[in-house]
């Protein structure tokens, strides 16, 4: 069993630090001040080859899961904020297209997406339905040559920055539960579509948004898959995108135990570097076994994806356990640092808080309880 990473990863991941590095790092700041992240970023990630598909001989296909996990968990350790909207776009928006596009969209689709030109949010959340993914309540009526949509999308990250939307809606009111929904491509220019930034304090710099939908129509090519089946595919969108969101979580744990490991090496207290205290030294030794752990548990889940296998069991637990030491080890390390922690621009405050954020992504940790649970009851 081989554990080390693939040539083409190292390599590719050493570019990508030199990428951050020169065009991300130095402006982090001005970005988290506005509230905004250039959409120059994404033009620079998809003309690197990095925004999570390639075109091969005329073909796009995803890149491999674990290059993703490994890049992703770069990018998070500095910045969650701008980590979850390239996230958003690869692997909510731009992978909904390369799994549910018929073949004559999907190069219309995709191959602005991966260049970075068109940026693709996922709209699913409202203010009833979160966990709960069925519950939607906005409408989809067919009408001549299409469909015209009603309803609001609550909480819907790049909703701001993105060009285009995945949005479902109940195409069919008395249809069953797992067959009501539908998915459709939206144009978040047309006619109809009104946009309202939110005011939140996690994964800055990125934008949380609401969307409102008023008798806007979409064309009916732009039905996303097949029509009742909106359902099943927002959920498998979910179960991909677990991966990603896992790796940025754990980018998330080493950011702040990096931070906090640091400063606990120079902080004195009581006369004695705080690392000369047995539980604080003891502390960081659980926190950075788990993180590798998790790791472990992370690129399996990535490894068997990429060989083609069902990965939806692993995925969940993934995507729980670096939840789990990303939430434990940010709040340890910004203890660390004392009162300064509760200081907005620290570079510690934000870790804590990102933490948080990641345990709502991609279904909630009850959420993935009640799918490991139940596939543990299958299996035995």
Known sequence: ???????????????????????????????????????DLFL??????????????????????????????YLAKHSPGVAVAVLV????????????????????????????????????????????????GMRAARVDGGWLLNGTKAYVTNGSLSDLALVTAISDP????????????????????????????????????RIHLKDVFVPAENLLGREGRGLQQV?????????????????????????????????????????????????????????????LMLWKACWMKDQGQDFRFEASMAKYVTVEIARAVSTWAADLFGAASVILDHPIHKFPMDAWASSLGEGTQDVQKLIISRELMNRN
């Open 1 to 39: 069993m081989d554990f080390s990473l693939p040539d083409e990863v190292l390599n590719e991941e050493k570019r990508y630090k030199e990428f951050i590095a020169e065009h991300m790092i130095p402006h982090l700041s001005s970005w988290y001040q506005e509230g905004k992240i250039p959409r």
């Open 44 to 73: 620079g990630l998809g003309q690197q080859g990095w925004l999570g598909f390639e075109n091969k001989n005329g073909r796009v296909v995803e890149q491999s899961a674990l290059k993703q996990a490994v890049l992703y968990e």
């Open 89 to 136: 776009h690869i692997s909510l928006g731009t992978l909904g297209c390369s799994l549910f596009a018929s073949q004559s969209r999907r190069s219309l689709l995709l191959d602005p997406a991966i260049r970075g030109e068109t940026l693709i949010c996922l709209g699913n959340t409202e203010p009833t339905a979160g966990s709960d993914v069925a519950n939607i």
């Open 174 to 209: 008395d249809a069953s539960r797992n067959e009501r929904l539908s998915m459709f491509v939206v144009d978040l220019t047309a006619k109809g579509v009104s946009r309202k930034k939110l005011n939140k304090k996690v994964w800055i710099p990125s934008d949380l948004t």
């Open 235 to 295: 959920l498998e969108i979910f179960t991909h995108s677990r991966l990603s969101i896992g790796a940025l979580t754990l980018g998330t744990a080493v950011g702040a135990f990096e931070l906090g490991l640091q400063h606990a090496k120079k902080r004195e207290i009581f006369g004695r570097n705080i690392f000369d205290f047995q539980a604080k030294s003891f502390e960081a030794a659980d926190h950075w076994s788990k993180i590798e752990a998790a790791r």
